[in-house]
């Protein structure tokens, strides 16, 4: 039985053990050695190497830790967390016993191999490591108490627990000035994905759940263009990265199961074929919408969208759900991220692996409605 009901109105939310989350330009510089659990605090950076080597953040985080704070910097996390670059960070952070926080700078990436580090040391201590964790991109990994990381086999492997969850998530508007334009505005539909498919799980809260959700897809579909017009404005990016945050901080630790079905083929289209979740989710989330108008629960979760997004209610659940999906689709236009899955190197032969990492099944309703889905975005 799901945790939450509409009809009776009621259900279970649970907190993290989320302590602050400071937003505003400058925030890195102003907040960030505060926020280190003590005075002697030794620190490990995790990090990409695009941020490390093309942009001047990672130098001002280690600046700002100083020869007091800082223990080391590991800058080659690569896009899907390879177990492999997992492996040698969880090696340099393990040499120093010294460390207790991890700082993450950058994307999901950076952010779910800090928690996956932290997971490790666990098992080998007992202890689990404190995390500050400082995002670029609008992916919202440091909302959630699970990690996600590529095997050797290119399939996306999970780890979970409360204790994963940041303690600090620092928003700071200079960072993601840094961040490429495309890789902003996709993350924002990765975002935007969270926000919609929480609104129709069963697991999810009214409150502060799916209220915060509704804000956030509000906001999104306000200030994903207006970056995109102007993508200086720390206003809007600041904006951005707080729709972001209340796309995903409600889900809190209540959870039973995944999200829903477009993050199912975002991780079974991400990984297998090297396409950035942020675009997995420019290609799905639409189609997935107009997939779920035909269940009555989720039409009706999903309807309660349109008057955050500037168009009212019909009274038709079904009707309005698709107006939802073609909001999305336009949205998606808009912003110039249409995509397809030929450009990734998938042909119609990977049709049927892609159904079955998504859906589990080999046969059915569902499997021939994600075949249909799949082949639509060849």
């Given at each position: ?14 907190p ?84 207790d ?40 990994a ?47 539909i ?79 289209l ?6 950035p ?39 038709d ?20 991220l ?12 990977q ?28």
């Amino acid at each position: 039985m799901p945790e939450s009901t509409g009809n009776p109105l009621s259900g279970l939310w649970k907190p993290t053990h989320l302590q602050a989350m400071y937003y505003g330009p400058n925030s890195v510089e102003k907040h960030l050695t505060s926020c280190l659990p003590t005075s002697t605090s030794k620190a490990f950076i995790i990090t990409g190497s695009s941020l490390a080597s093309k942009t001047p953040l990672i130098k001002q985080v280690e600046a700002l830790l100083g020869t007091t704070h800082h223990a080391g910097t590991f800058s080659n996390i690569g896009q899907h967390a390879p177990v492999a670059h997992l492996d040698q960070a969880t090696d340099a952070v393990q040499k120093e016993e010294a460390i207790d926080t991890l700082i993450s700078v950058g994307g999901g990436s950076p952010i779910d191999s800090a928690k996956a580090i932290s997971y490790r040391q666990h098992d080998l201590s007992g202890k689990f490591l404190y995390h500050i964790s400082i995002p670029t991109t609008l992916s919202a990994a440091e909302c959630t108490l699970g990690a996600g990381y590529t095997n050797n086999e290119g399939t996306k492997v999970a780890v979970a627990h409360p204790e994963l969850v940041p303690h600090v998530v620092i928003y700071d508007a200079d960072f993601a000035l840094e961040t490429p334009e495309r890789l902003w505005l996709s993350t924002g539909i990765r975002s935007l994905d969270h926000a919609i498919e929480l609104q129709y799980h069963p697991d999810t809260s009214e409150a502060p759940a799916k209220q915060l959700c509704l804000t956030a897809i509000a906001s999104l579909f306000t200030y994903l263009p207006k970056y995109k017009s102007d993508p200086k404005n720390k206003d809007y990016i600041t904006r951005l990265q707080l729709a972001s945050f209340n796309s995903l901080c409600g889900m809190g630790t209540a959870f039973k199961s995944g999200l829903g079905l477009s993050h199912a083929l975002g991780y079974a289209l991400g990984s297998p074929y090297g396409i950035p979740h942020g675009i997995t989710s420019c290609l799905t989330l639409a189609k997935v919408v107009n997939l779920k108008s035909s269940d009555p629960n989720s039409a009706e979760q999903i309807a309660r969208v349109l008057p955050f997004i500037g168009q009212s209610r019909s009274g038709d659940d079904q009707k309005d759900a698709i107006r939802v999906s073609d909001a999305i689709e336009r949205l998606v236009k808009d912003l110039g991220l249409q995509s397809s899955l030929n450009k990734y190197g998938v042909g119609e032969d990977q049709v049927p692996k892609i159904a079955r990492l998504a859906t589990g099944q080999e046969k059915g309703q569902l499997y021939d409605n994600v075949v249909s889905l799949v082949k639509s975005k060849l």
